[in-house]
Nanobody
Framework: VQLQASGGGWVQAGGSLRLSCAASGRTFSTYNMGWFRQAPGKEREFVAVITKSGTSTYVADSVKGRFTISRNNVENTVLLQMNSLKPEDTAVYYC???????????????WGQGTQVTVSS
């Protein structure tokens, strides 16, 4: 599976962005799809995940109520809608695919290249 993330950019605090991750291959629906982020000088952290069929989603406490993850198994895409953005959301955001497991980076086999999100105060 090859993953291509897009949609990052610069936004003022309180604004919104929508990240998109396009996947190649016919096995997209066999992977849980997650988003992680990494800020300068910090470890990569879990943001959100959606299960293979899309029936369950989980988000980190730090983004709960602001970020929503969704997927389309026909178009092989996963989206991360980010609202009410805060300066602390500034990071490189990565989409990733996991055959099993949900919350840990080590569960994920395939990673996209990352897209920068910058939120100014």
């Amino acid at each position: 599976v090859q993953l291509q993330a897009s949609g990052g950019g610069w936004v003022q605090a309180g604004g919104s962005l929508r990240l998109s991750c396009a996947a190649s291959g016919r096995t997209f629906s066999t992977y849980n799809m997650g988003w992680f982020r990494q800020a300068p000088g910090k470890e990569r952290e879990f943001v959100a995940v959606i299960t293979k069929s899309g029936t369950s989603t989980y988000v980190a406490d730090s983004v709960k109520g602001r970020f929503t993850i969704s997927r389309n198994n026909v178009e092989n895409t996963v989206l991360l809608q980010m609202n009410s953005l805060k300066p602390e959301d500034t990071a490189v955001y990565y989409c990733a695919a996991s055959p099993r497991g949900l919350f840990y980076a080590s569960n994920y086999t395939y990673w996209g290249q990352g897209t920068q999100v910058t939120v100014s105060s």
